[in-house]
């Protein structure tokens, strides 16, 4: 029986594809995260020694979805904070919240993305669970 | 919708407009190329362009065409001044991604048995690899001059010369620049890249003049035969994404505000007389000056290391830019329609530019031959140079094909790769190959790319863009 929650890389000629499920939309961005953290690093494993808070807003489900793997996808890149938890929630189509992680970090990043994209993006709820496909541009 | 094709001729085959389709879409292709590509959903990509207002002519696509965002990588197309629109996803994430080509008086013989050497040289001279970074980062000042000015800020800095400028692509300095539209997120991200090569797909190329088509044109544009080549392939980096990231969000917005329809949200747009297309244009602008600004900067690296390694000066042994190409970019060009010289915004994501003979923006040292075309294969066959021809001019708005183009998945190269010597196997064909990152040598094997000299035989059986000369690698320098 598939866990309730998870992601799964989707095999893709050019970049990378990414299914994702989670009972609740909160839930999904932050596997979202994750599984971003965890394609950047290869797996790695991280320590959780650093917090910021979140304010990202969008304009519908899927916005909310690529805008927040692209402020993850920045945190890695560029501030070297890898995400290792979130708790999250969906305010009049932001998210808001607070993000866990290990700083300084860059040297764990081991693969370049470019962005989380719209290309046959999807963000449904299906019997109960949210379910989505994102594109990632690699 | 499935998507209708119809053959034209030996290359060219039609998307009907239907539906919501202003013009039909027009792709070159082989017929065994077609078996691929209705596999994937670039026709229907190709299709989707049709419908955006003020589209010229047709949607058009190139032979190494393959999906994309919004547009097809290989996707071109133009757009009236006065009713078309200006769309980020018609030009891409890495803003004026590139090729940058060098020749040199060396030959192969003057590096027989030295290639370990000075493939680990060029590896140490250009900063490649994931998140790399150059030697010093920019202070705010230094990048908004690199913003405005590209290749001209790198020539007063002293990573070139004139000479060099005056084969590239828009003299690589790209008008209309104003850095006050890039985000603070995106100059963040710009500061500590200038003059690194990135990771993936990118690459710096030392090859070898293998092959020539076209004696008159290898000769205007310095190549020959068993000659030293070097390519640089590499864009605006996380300058350039962040830039698109940014200006995607805000088109999207402009595609509520103005009423047009989007069969995808990656096609997001506004008209091109618009504040918002005006606001974009002035910031991908920034980010084709970043890129030719660093592609130059690579440059001047290579050079550098080249002159120690033989001991002589870079002038001495010749080390001429060629040109500089763009294959993601939108710009607004003079092209003939229905007859009369028009001013229409061109868009060319994952295309390059192919100008013909005698056209003003041609150097004009390669005038009467028509401009080069670089499109790089894999780092495990060859490359090709063209020349720009009139029929290009007339059929395709001076377009061109960029590359080879992937067919098989990173996950799927990794394990055709896993447990192989991959290094071992390109050496044994003659191939250096350096990179920090074995996992990005897996990736980019070269049966992961489609053979480049088809992609390029229908250019030039066509006539769109006519082969020069053949290259093929010895040494490579992977992100």
């Not at chain 2, 027989?112 to 202070?139: M, T």
């Not at chain 2, 974009?280 to 890129?291: D, G, K, L, S």
Request: glycine share 8%.
């Amino acid at each position: 029986m598939r866990p309730t929650r998870g992601h799964r890389q989707v095999d893709h000629t050019a970049d990378l594809a990414l299914d994702l499920w989670a009972p609740t939309e909160a839930e999904l961005l932050e596997e979202a995260g994750l599984a971003m953290v965890a394609i950047l690093t290869e797996g790695a494993v991280l320590a959780s020694n650093g917090a910021c808070d979140i304010r990202i807003d969008a304009v519908d489900r899927e916005d909310r979805l690529v805008q927040w793997m692209n402020e993850v996808l920045y945190w890695a890149t560029v501030q070297g904070f890898l995400l290792t938890s979130a708790e999250l929630a969906v305010e009049h189509d932001a998210v808001v919240g607070r993000a866990y992680g290990q700083t300084a970090a860059l040297a764990e990043v081991r693969t370049e993305l470019k962005s989380a994209t719209y290309h046959d993006l999807r963000v449904v709820v299906e019997d109960g669970a949210w379910r989505a496909r994102v594109v990632i541009d690699v | 919708m499935k998507v209708k094709l119809r053959q034209l001729d030996e290359h060219r085959w039609e998307i009907p407009a239907e539906g919501g389709m202003r013009v039909p879409g027009r792709i070159y292709a082989s017929e065994a190329m077609v078996r691929d590509i209705r596999q994937d959903q670039s026709p229907q990509q190709v299709a989707n362009v049709a419908h955006l207002p003020g589209i010229i002519d047709c949607a058009l696509a190139m032979p190494d065409m393959h999906w994309g965002y919004g547009f097809p990588i290989g996707g071109v197309a133009a757009f009236d001044a006065e009713e078309g629109v200006l769309s980020p996803g018609g030009v891409g994430y890495d803003i004026n991604c590139g090729v940058r080509l060098l020749r040199s008086d060396l030959t192969r013989s003057d590096v027989h048995g030295r290639l370990e050497d000075l493939s680990l040289v060029l590896h140490r001279a250009v900063p490649s690899g994931v998140g790399s970074k150059a030697a010093r980062a920019l202070n705010d000042r230094e990048l908004d001059d690199v913003l405005v000015k590209g290749v001209d800020w790198a020539i007063r800095e002293g990573f070139g010369t004139r000479a060099d400028r005056e084969v590239l692509e828009e003299k690589g300095r790209m008008a209309g620049a104003d850095p006050s539209q890039v985000s603070a997120r995106a100059k963040e991200r710009g500061r500590p890249q200038l003059g690194s090569l990135g990771s993936g797909n990118h690459f710096c190329e030392l090859g070898y003049v293998a092959e020539i088509y076209d004696e008159p044109a290898a000769e205007a544009y310095g190549l020959k035969k068993d000659a030293l080549t070097v390519m640089i392939h590499s864009g605006s980096r996380g300058f350039g994404y962040q830039v698109c990231d940014d200006w995607i969000r805000a088109m999207v917005q402009a595609s509520k505000k103005y009423g047009i329809r989007l069969p995808d949200r990656q096609l997001c747009a506004a008209p091109l007389s618009s504040p918002e297309a005006q606001a974009y244009f002035q910031a991908m602008a920034c980010a084709i000056n970043y890129a030719f600004a660093n592609r130059q900067v690579m440059t001047h690296q290579v050079r550098t290391a080249m002159s120690k390694f033989f001991g002589a000066s870079d002038r001495s042994l010749g080390l001429r830019s060629v040109y500089d190409v763009c294959h993601n970019i939108a710009k607004w060009e003079t092209h003939r329609v229905d007859g009369v010289e028009q001013r229409v915004c061109v868009h060319r994501k994952g295309a390059t530019r192919a100008f013909g003979p005698g056209h003003p923006d041609v150097p004009e040292r390669y005038r009467s031959v028509g401009q080069p075309v670089l499109v790089p294969g894999d780092m495990g066959r060859y490359s090709f140079i063209l020349k720009g021809t009139e029929r290009a001019m007339s059929e395709t708005f001076g377009s061109s094909c960029h590359g080879a183009g992937r067919h098989m998945s990173r996950s799927a190269a990794k394990k055709a790769a896993a447990g192989r010597p991959i290094f071992k196997e390109l050496q044994d064909q003659g191939i250096w190959v350096r990179s920090d990152r074995k996992a990005t040598v897996a990736e980019e094997i070269p049966e992961a790319y489609k053979d480049v000299s088809d992609v390029v035989e229908v250019m030039d059986r066509a006539e769109v863009a006519k082969k020069v000369a053949k290259l093929i690698p010895l040494a490579v320098v992977k992100g």
